[in-house]
Nanobody
Framework: QVQLVESGGGLVQAGGSLRLSCTASGNIFSFDAMGWYRQAPGKQRELVAVVTRGYSINYADSVKGRFTISRDNAKNTVYLQMNSLKPEDTAVYYC?????????WGQGTQVTVSS
């Protein structure tokens, strides 16, 4: 089974930027889609952004215009560029590889935005 490793999280002030990376141990092109999700304390995990094999992209309304998802199939890596960060973006961010109804999750990376 493919393994996903996220990196790039950290502490940033409101208005700042971070770039998250998710590197897979296998070929990400074999998956229907690659996504970023987040889970804040006391809240359910939610979709942030997803990019399909065909490069169709969807974003949560709360991050549209601020976050950008991209993928580099040659590097088996998916990125999430996060700009204009807000305190409400604070969460653990998870990468997911999706095939049909199943997902493989990474271990998550913490993003903390201070006001």
């Amino acid at each position: 089974q493919v393994q996903l490793v996220e990196s790039g999280g950290g502490l940033v002030q409101a208005g700042g930027s971070l770039r998250l990376s998710c590197t897979a141990s296998g070929n990400i092109f074999s998956f229907d889609a690659m996504g970023w999700y987040r889970q804040a304390p006391g809240k359910q995990r939610e979709l942030v952004a997803v990019v399909t094999r065909g490069y169709s992209i969807n974003y949560a309304d709360s991050v549209k215009g601020r976050f950008t998802i991209s993928r580099d199939n040659a590097k088996n890596t998916v990125y999430l560029q996060m700009n204009s960060l807000k305190p409400e973006d604070t969460a653990v961010y998870y990468c997911a590889a999706e095939r049909g109804s199943s997902r493989v999750w990474g271990q998550g990376t913490q993003v903390t935005v201070s006001s």
